[in-house]
């Protein structure tokens, strides 16, 4: 497996992210501006790409973001999620980074919180699928 870095979102990443989040998940406003700014990270099997996720500062947050974590679903319970969240705090880090976030579906905070990150605030609704902001300080 090997990960590969892009400063504009990539055809893989976003074949990914529709299969995962709009034709599994049902959300329907997957693609957004912060695309142009986000630096993307995409895992490959040989030229088939499995898993994505996007990474983006946020001053107002104080923290790296963290978002768009996908993994295509013949490839999970691999650990490609926890490899993917490894090699974003790696890039995070190697920038200057200290901190990060992310907006993390309720139902996947339990993998989050293995990662290390921990949850602050309120859940809010993101197209009605319920969301929390985590943190992780990475010192």
């Known amino acids: 497996m090997e990960i590969r870095i892009y400063e ?3 055809q893989s990443a976003a074949a990914i992210r529709t ?3 709009m034709e599994e998940q049902g959300f329907v406003n997957e693609m957004d501006e ?20 996007r990474i983006f500062q ?5 923290a790296y973001i963290l978002g768009r974590l ?3 679903k013949a490839y999970r319970g691999r650990q490609i999620g926890a490899g993917m969240m490894q090699r974003a705090e790696e890039y995070v880090r190697g920038k200057g980074g200290k901190r990060m976030a992310l907006h993390a579906q309720c139902t996947a ?5 293995k ?13 009605g699928c ?3 902001w985590m943190y992780k300080e990475l010192g």
């Open 8 to 10: 504009e979102l990539p």
């Open 19 to 21: 299969a995962v989040f």
């Open 34 to 53: 912060t695309d142009q700014v986000a630096v993307h990270l995409v895992m490959y099997d040989g030229e088939t790409p499995v898993a994505t996720c």
């Open 58 to 62: 946020k001053a107002d947050r104080d």
């Open 70 to 72: 996908a993994v295509m």
């Open 109 to 113: 905070m339990d993998f989050y919180r």
């Open 115 to 127: 990662q290390g990150f921990e949850e602050q605030g309120d859940v809010e609704e993101e197209e």
């Open 130 to 132: 319920p969301h929390m």
